[in-house]
Every structure is written in C-alpha cells, then in structure tokens.
C-alpha cells in the first residue's frame, strides 16, 4: 500500500507540474519549468541516493533572470512531500498581469533589439482562481513612449536597441499599459528556437486547423522565403511546422488570424502534457531542457514569484481561462503619411473587451 501510494503520489506529482510547462514557455512560468523538472529530479535521486542537480538563478541585471546549472555534491536530497516540497501558492489578493512576447531572433542570431512577432498579455486573478489571455496584434498602431506612434511590435525593440531603463520588455510593458488601460507587472521574453524545440520534445501537438493555408512566401530562417502549406482539418505538428502555423500571415485576417493561432498551438501543448507519458520524457530530457530555457528565455520575475503563480497555475482549470484577440472587430485600418499599412485601435471597443477578461 505505501509502495502504490508512494508510485501514484509521484507520476501525479510530476504529471501536474510539468503540465504547466508550457505555460512556462508562454505564459508565466518560466521558473515554474525548472522548478517542476528539479523537483521532480530530487525526488528521483533521492530514492537511488544520487546527489542532485541544483537550478541557479543569476542575473547581473536586477531586472531579468537566467537559468544555469551547477552540479552540486554537498547538498543532501531534501525528503519530499505535498507541504515541504512545493512552493507556497501565491497568496497575493490583487490580480497578477504578465506580458509575453515572442521575439524573431533566430537560431544564433545577436542584434541590439528584436521586434515582437508576438504580443499577449496574460491575466491572473488569484481570488477567483480564472486566468486569461489577450492577444494584441503586431501591426497596431500606437503610441510608444518617447518614440511617437508607431507599430507596437517596435516597442521591445526601440527599448533594447537604444538601452532604455529596463531594456526592451520595460518599454513594451508601458506601451501595452497605455493601450489597454491596465498595469502590466511583468514580461516573459522567448525566441523561436524555445518554442520549436518545446514542441518537439513533447512530441508534436494536435490541432484542428480551421481552413486550408497556403504561403508561398513564408520567411525563412536564413531571410529568404519558402513554401508554407497545411490542409483544413485536426493535424500533428512538429515544432518547425507548429511555428510556421502560428506565424503565417497569409490568410484572410492576417496578423488577426495568427493571434488565433498561437493560442490554439499553446492550449495543445497544455492538453498534450495531460499525457504522463509526455510529462515524464519531459523529466527524462531535463539537462537539455534546461538549457533551452536558460538560451532561449528572459523574465523580470523573482523566482519565489514564479514559483508561487506556478502552484497557483496548476490549480486553474482550462474552463476558466477565457481567450480573446483584438482583430478586426476591435480596429480600423489605415494609411499613415509614410505609406504604412497598420491598425488603430477602437479605443471603446477595447475597454468593453478588457473589462471582459480583467475585471
């Protein structure tokens, strides 16, 4: 009986951390990830007896975290349980606002600034235990501050490039602020290379795809263009494939339709990692994983925060989180004097949108 419980308690354990690993790439985790993977690690090596890997976060700027690894000999595996092992829930009463961007740096690429191919803002509301996510398209034309207007996906880079207090996700922030009228208390940061190899290591995901898509100019990661093609109907992505389905513009919404699309990506991985088969070759891959973290994310969250909200996230079911897009019914398109197609906002509109998902 104290064997099976002791072999449930751990499968359901790992299986209900690592299920908020995703999250932790495009949502708030980030520590969460790495937290779940050593834990679950200790655990195991505890019973063999094996010393552990300890996860070190560093940063030489107060604002950002990294993740290394050090091998540790010294420190004895801790005894494992529900109360001592995981973090304490966040106990916070306020609601919680973190912006995720995904940046177009490719695989070994170094520049001063990334502009955003992808822009949502996540909400968490630690009272009523619902969460949610606002995707804000990349052509919107707004106001970022000390730059005058301009597309929104420039905000992270103009704040890299020209070293503004805090880099380019504290310009970001402020810029969505304005926009959306609510604080924006933190950012997670991630390149392409985390989220293809995400997917891969959790085996591809499924989703529906709601209408054949064909570019025929779909950018490359050496700049020039391919092929990009997909039929209607439930299919399984790898990374590479997954990436290029949710950055394809070339369908009747454009950005619009995109913005849909990375939410569907990133609620089929949370419903892939529902599988403990997956969850454990996430264990399984830890070193590597946590390479890929360290590489491809930054965040200005504390670890003890993180680790908090990630507890708080594995308690919030899928029915409460509710998504939105701000699309074509939220915007207008125009010209500007220099020949630029964008999007301005329907200031309105969006305040009856994000009285919907904040209050």
Same mark, same amino acid.
């Given at each position: 009986?104290?064997?099976?419980?002791?072999?449930?308690?751990?499968?359901?354990?790992?299986?209900?951390?690592?299920?908020?690993?995703?999250?932790?790439?495009?949502?708030?985790?980030?520590?969460?990830?790495?937290?779940?993977?050593?834990?679950?690690?200790?655990?195991?090596?505890?019973?063999?007896?094996?010393?552990?890997?300890?996860?070190i976060?560093?940063?030489?700027?107060?604002?950002a975290?990294?993740?290394?690894?050090?091998?540790?000999?010294?420190?004895?595996?801790?005894?494992?349980?529900?109360?001592?092992?995981?973090?304490?829930?966040?106990?916070?009463?306020?609601?919680?606002?973190?912006?995720l961007?995904?940046?177009?740096?490719?695989?070994?690429?170094?520049?001063?600034?990334?502009?955003?191919?992808?822009?949502?803002?996540?909400?968490?509301?630690?009272?009523?235990g619902?969460?949610?996510?606002?995707?804000?398209?990349?052509?919107?034309?707004?106001?970022?501050?000390?730059?005058?207007?301009?597309?929104?996906?420039?905000?992270?880079?103009?704040?890299?490039?020209?070293?503004?207090?805090?880099?380019?996700?504290?310009?970001? &922030? /402020?810029?969505?602020?304005? $926009?959306? !009228?609510?604080?924006?208390?933190?950012?997670? *940061?991630?390149?392409? =290379?985390? %989220?293809?190899?995400?997917?891969?290591r959790?085996?591809?995901?499924?989703?529906?795809?709601?209408?054949?898509?064909?570019?025929?100019?779909?950018?490359?990661?050496?700049?020039?263009?391919?092929?990009?093609?997909? &039929? /209607?109907?439930?299919?399984? $992505?790898? !990374?590479?494939?997954?990436?290029?389905?949710? *950055?394809?513009?070339n =369908?009747? %919404?454009?950005?619009?339709?995109?913005?849909?699309?990375?939410?569907q990506?990133?609620?089929?991985?949370?419903?892939?990692?529902?599988?403990?088969?997956?969850?454990?070759?996430?264990?399984?891959?830890?070193?590597?994983?946590?390479?890929?973290?360290?590489?491809?994310?930054?965040?200005?969250?504390?670890?003890s925060?993180?680790?908090?909200?990630?507890?708080?996230?594995?308690?919030?079911?899928?029915?409460?989180?509710?998504?939105?897009?701000?699309?074509?019914?939220?915007?207008?398109?125009?010209?500007?004097?220099?020949?630029?197609?964008?999007?301005?906002?329907?200031?309105?509109?969006?305040?009856?949108?994000?009285?919907?998902l904040?209050?």
């Amino acid at each position: 009986m104290l064997v099976f419980y002791t072999q449930e308690f751990s499968v359901n354990w790992i299986k209900s951390k690592l299920l908020w690993l995703c999250v932790g790439i495009f949502f708030v985790s980030v520590g969460l990830s790495v937290y779940a993977y050593n834990a679950a690690y200790r655990y195991v090596l505890s019973l063999a007896n094996i010393p552990p890997v300890v996860e070190i976060f560093e940063s030489n700027n107060p604002s950002a975290t990294k993740v290394v690894s050090a091998i540790s000999s010294q420190e004895p595996a801790p005894s494992l349980s529900p109360e001592n092992d995981l973090p304490k829930a966040w106990d916070g009463k306020e609601r919680i606002n973190i912006l995720l961007m995904g940046i177009d740096q490719r695989q070994g690429e170094v520049e001063r600034g990334y502009r955003t191919d992808t822009m949502i803002l996540i909400t968490i509301d630690p009272v009523s235990g619902q969460a949610g996510m606002l995707s804000i398209p990349r052509d919107l034309w707004v106001p970022i501050p000390g730059y005058g207007n301009n597309r929104i996906n420039l905000a992270n880079y103009y704040g890299d490039a020209d070293d503004y207090p805090g880099g380019g996700a504290a310009l970001a &922030k /402020k810029t969505v602020e304005q $926009l959306i !009228g609510v604080r924006v208390h933190h950012a997670v *940061r991630v390149n392409f =290379t985390a %989220f293809e190899n995400f997917i891969d290591r959790i085996g591809g995901v499924t989703v529906d795809v709601p209408e054949d898509i064909y570019d025929p100019k779909y950018p490359t990661n050496n700049y020039g263009i391919e092929v990009f093609s997909i &039929k /209607k109907g439930k299919q399984t $992505l790898d !990374g590479t494939t997954a990436l290029k389905y949710a *950055r394809t513009r070339n =369908t009747k %919404f454009g950005d619009f339709d995109r913005a849909k699309r990375q939410q569907q990506v990133i609620l089929a991985a949370q419903e892939k990692l529902k599988d403990v088969r997956v969850a454990m070759s996430l264990f399984a891959a830890g070193p590597d994983l946590l390479a890929d973290l360290s590489a491809s994310i930054k965040t200005d969250m504390p670890l003890s925060m993180i680790q908090q909200l990630g507890r708080l996230g594995m308690t919030i079911d899928r029915a409460n989180i509710k998504s939105a897009v701000i699309d074509q019914n939220y915007t207008e398109p125009i010209t500007t004097a220099e020949g630029q197609q964008v999007e301005i906002a329907n200031r309105a509109r969006i305040v009856e949108l994000r009285t919907s998902l904040f209050r």
